[in-house]
């Protein structure tokens, strides 16, 4: 499985953005696909998952402003973001697992400037 962000960028504080990514290779494999960030000399941290049945869980920081979804057809997931604030900054990661194997996109940035 390969996954590739798109969506990178700069916003203001209060802005919006949508990151996508696109799935390729195996994908009839993937049950879950998620996004991470990773803010300057922070850990990597899960934001929201989605699984083939379309359940969906988001970290606290982000429920209310952060809808991700998924278009199996086009093997592309979104990542729609609102209410951006500079705490949002980081590079964020596209993730699918499948048959228990993780992958990753190369990542795309994301900064929020106040």
């Known amino acids: 499985v390969q996954l590739v962000e798109f969506g990178r960028g700069l916003v203001q504080a209060g802005g919006s953005l949508r990151l996508s990514c696109a799935a390729s290779?195996?994908?009839?494999?993937?049950?879950?696909m998620g996004w991470y960030r990773q803010a300057p000399g922070k850990q990597r941290e899960l934001v929201t998952t989605i699984t083939n049945g379309g359940s969906t869980y988001y970290a606290d920081s982000v429920k209310g402003r952060f809808t991700i979804s998924r278009d199996k057809a086009r093997n592309t997931m979104y990542l729609q973001m609102n209410s951006l604030t500079p705490e949002d900054t980081a590079v964020y990661y596209c993730?699918?697992?499948?048959?228990?194997?993780?992958?990753w996109g190369q990542g795309t940035q994301v900064t929020v400037s106040s």
């Open positions: 993730y699918a697992r499948a048959y228990g194997v993780g992958y």
């Open positions: 290779g195996s994908t009839f494999s993937i049950n879950t």
